[in-house]
């Protein structure tokens, strides 16, 4: 059963794209194919944007110490945005702002935070030099 509803979602999504083109054509006239192209162009340049700054970004991460997977479903969610901007339609649009603005924090678990160091603790790396390595 949720395989054919999810079926008959995906079938009727490009009517109702069309649907909701069409009407919003009929209240803003031709820009709407401009609306279009410009969503798409911030939809590649997205995707551009994030394949240039992802591996960075995850090569910050660990060397930092913390997960990568905060980076990468900052990343993952950037990506999907971006396609759906690409795909032609209103709908696919605000779905996609509403996957770039919804927090990340929302779909995090609770306990996946770091505990706390103690007060008065600094952490850090040392090494010990020779004393005749410093002129002694």
């Known amino acids: 059963m949720p395989f054919f ?3 008959i979602v995906l079938l009727s999504l490009p009517a109702l794209e069309i649907y909701v083109l069409v009407q919003i054509y009929h209240v803003i006239g031709g820009w709407v194919f401009l609306l279009l ?16 700054t992802f ?9 930092s110490g913390r997960s990568p997977f905060g980076v990468l479903i900052s990343s993952g969610r950037t990506l999907l945005a971006g396609a759906l901007l690409i795909i032609p339609g209103v709908i696919t649009d605000v779905v996609a702002l509403l996957v770039l603005l919804v927090p990340a924090r929302l779909f995090a678990r609770k306990g996946s935070t770091p505990p706390p160091t ?8 040392y090494r010990r030099e020779h004393d005749d390595r410093l002129g002694r």
């Open 118 to 125: 103690e007060p008065g603790v600094i952490e850090g790396e």
């Open 55 to 63: 591996f960075a970004r995850i090569t910050l991460a660990m060397q």
């Open 37 to 52: 192209l410009a969503s798409a162009f911030v939809g590649w340049s997205m995707i551009a944007a994030e394949r240039v």
């Open 5 to 7: 509803l999810a079926l």
